[in-house]
């Protein structure tokens, strides 16, 4: 990190992209509630009604906690190459999702062992921030937003 400036409007602080400086200055503000602006990717963390969840990105990007309109974001504008996301409690329970451009959105959740590993897939792009956000805030009706099955029975 180089020098930070700072005035009454807030502070200025160049980082390195590429290791963990993100995730770092999330974890440093998000309790504080002070916002953070990624320019490089021309995105807004403001932690205010956060909840917190382990997030990684597909290109490596790593977030300790999530809002909606984060994750509206997240979804609306996902990397080129690596269009999906995984929301973790713990090791084995997560809810994830592949959202290409022009392809269905493929989710899957873990409620602790393989044996509770499911999938669904949908064409309605809108229903895929809903259901994950219904898992991150434990309000149940995300198990009933999709059709889902026994992962092992996907393919």
């Known amino acids: 990190m180089w020098p930070i400036d700072a005035d009454a409007r807030g502070a200025l602080v160049c980082t390195r992209a590429g290791c963990n400086n993100t995730y770092a200055m999330l974890n440093l503000t998000?309790?504080?509630?002070?916002?953070?602006?990624?320019?490089?990717?021309?995105?807004?963390?403001?932690?205010?009604?956060?909840?917190?969840?382990?997030v990684s990105l597909g290109d490596g990007t790593n977030l300790p906690y999530l809002t909606a309109p984060l994750l509206e974001d997240l979804i609306a504008r996902p990397h080129r190459q690596y269009p999906w996301?995984?929301?973790?409690?713990?090791?084995?329970?997560?809810i994830q999702a592949h959202f290409?451009?022009?392809?269905?959105?493929v989710l899957e959740y873990r409620d602790g062992g393989p044996e509770r590993h499911f999938g669904a897939s949908t064409s309605d792009r809108a229903v895929v921030p809903t259901v994950i956000w219904q898992w991150v805030i434990e309000d149940p009706a995300w198990r009933v937003a999709l059709c889902w099955q026994r992962a092992d029975h996907l393919s």
């Not at 504080?32 to 807004?44: E, K, M, P």
């Not at 996301?85 to 997560?94: E, K, N, P, Q, S």
């Not at 290409?100 to 959105?105: E, I, L, N, R, S």
């Open 85 to 94: 996301l995984v929301v973790a409690r713990g090791d084995h329970w997560f």
């Open 30 to 54: 998000k309790d504080r509630g002070l916002a953070v602006v990624d320019v490089q990717v021309r995105r807004l963390y403001d932690p205010r009604s956060h909840v917190d969840v382990q």
């Open 100 to 105: 290409a451009p022009d392809a269905d959105c």
